[in-house]
C-alpha cells in the first residue's frame, strides 16, 4: 500500500508541477505567434553581428577585427622591402639575394616539387614556356634558358611575390620560404650565367674620357 500511495503521491506532483509550468509558459504576450514565456533568452537568442565592424554592446565598443598592434610583426614573417614598382623590381634585383644559399641542394629538390604544382603548367617541365596553359596565354612565357637566363633571383622573388604581366602574385599559395625554394629550381632551369665582361667593354668603350680643365 505504501508504494502505491507513493506512486499516487508522486503522479501528483508532477502533474501538479506541469501544470504551474503550463501556466508560466502560455502566460505573456497576446501575440498568437509568440512562444510565450522564454528561459534564459540569451542561452539560444545570441546577437547577430556583422563581420568586420564595429559594435557597441552594453556601452562598450567592441572591434571584432582589430588590426594589429603598430609595428609589430607575425612570428616566422620576414617583412618585405620592395614595394610593387618598376623601382621596387629593378632594386630587389640588385639588393635581394637568397637568404637560404646554404641549403641550396636540398631546397632545390623541394622547389622542384613546387615548380610541379604551381609552374608547370604555364612554364613548361623544362621552363621553356610551353606548358599547356601558357600555350593559350595571348603570349607565351619567355624560355628561362632564353630570355630570362640572366634574371637575377631577387627578380625572380619579386615576381612570384607581386607578378608581373600575365602572371599573378603567388604570394597567398606560397610562404615566402616555399618562393626561395622555387627561385632555386628556377635557376637550375636557367643553366649557367652568361658572361657579361662583352657587355661591360662595350660601355666602357661608349663611355666618354672627361679630362679635367686646369
Given at each position: 500500500?505504501?508504494?502505491?500511495?507513493?506512486?499516487?503521491?508522486?503522479?501528483?506532483?508532477?502533474?501538479?508541477?506541469?501544470?504551474?509550468?503550463?501556466?508560466?509558459?502560455?502566460c505573456?504576450?497576446?501575440?498568437?505567434?509568440?512562444?510565450?514565456f522564454?528561459?534564459?533568452?540569451?542561452?539560444?537568442?545570441?546577437?547577430?553581428?556583422?563581420?568586420?565592424?564595429?559594435?557597441?554592446?552594453?556601452?562598450?565598443?567592441?572591434?571584432?577585427?582589430?588590426?594589429?598592434?603598430?609595428?609589430?610583426?607575425?612570428?616566422?614573417?620576414?617583412?618585405?622591402?620592395?614595394p610593387?614598382?618598376?623601382?621596387?623590381?629593378?632594386?630587389?634585383?640588385?639588393?635581394?639575394?637568397?637568404?637560404?644559399?646554404?641549403?641550396?641542394?636540398?631546397?632545390?629538390?623541394?622547389?622542384?616539387?613546387?615548380?610541379?604544382?604551381?609552374?608547370?603548367?604555364?612554364?613548361?617541365?623544362?621552363?621553356?614556356?610551353d606548358?599547356?596553359?601558357?600555350?593559350?596565354?595571348?603570349?607565351?612565357?619567355?624560355a628561362?634558358?632564353?630570355?630570362?637566363?640572366?634574371?637575377?633571383?631577387?627578380?625572380?622573388?619579386?615576381?612570384?611575390?607581386?607578378?608581373?604581366?600575365?602572371?599573378?602574385?603567388?604570394?597567398?599559395q606560397?610562404?615566402?620560404e616555399?618562393?626561395?625554394?622555387?627561385?632555386?629550381?628556377?635557376?637550375?632551369?636557367?643553366?649557367?650565367?652568361?658572361?657579361?665582361?662583352?657587355?661591360?667593354?662595350?660601355?666602357?668603350?661608349?663611355?666618354?674620357?672627361v679630362?679635367?680643365?686646369?
Amino acid at each position: 500500500m505504501k508504494k502505491y500511495y507513493k506512486t499516487i503521491k508522486f503522479v501528483f506532483v508532477s502533474a501538479t508541477f506541469g501544470l504551474i509550468l503550463s501556466s508560466f509558459t502560455s502566460c505573456g504576450k497576446k501575440d498568437v505567434n509568440s512562444p510565450g514565456f522564454e528561459f534564459m533568452p540569451d542561452m539560444y537568442r545570441s546577437p547577430s553581428l556583422e563581420v568586420y565592424s564595429v559594435h557597441t554592446i552594453d556601452g562598450d565598443t567592441l572591434d571584432n577585427a582589430m588590426q594589429p598592434v603598430k609595428g609589430t610583426v607575425a612570428r616566422g614573417y620576414l617583412p618585405y622591402a620592395y614595394p610593387n614598382t618598376a623601382e621596387g623590381y629593378d632594386q630587389a634585383g640588385l639588393n635581394l639575394h637568397n637568404p637560404f644559399s646554404s641549403q641550396k641542394e636540398v631546397f632545390e629538390k623541394e622547389g622542384e616539387v613546387l615548380y610541379g604544382k604551381f609552374c608547370v603548367h604555364c612554364h613548361g617541365g623544362t621552363g621553356a614556356g610551353d606548358g599547356k596553359v601558357g600555350g593559350k596565354l595571348p603570349g607565351p612565357p619567355p624560355a628561362y634558358d632564353g630570355a630570362l637566363k640572366n634574371l637575377p633571383e631577387g627578380k625572380i622573388f619579386h615576381t612570384l611575390t607581386y607578378g608581373k604581366g600575365t602572371m599573378g602574385s603567388h604570394s597567398s599559395q606560397l610562404t615566402q620560404e616555399e618562393r626561395w625554394k622555387l627561385v632555386f629550381y628556377v635557376q637550375k632551369l636557367q643553366g649557367p650565367k652568361e658572361s657579361t665582361s662583352d657587355s661591360t667593354k662595350t660601355v666602357a668603350a661608349v663611355t666618354p674620357t672627361v679630362t679635367a680643365k686646369h
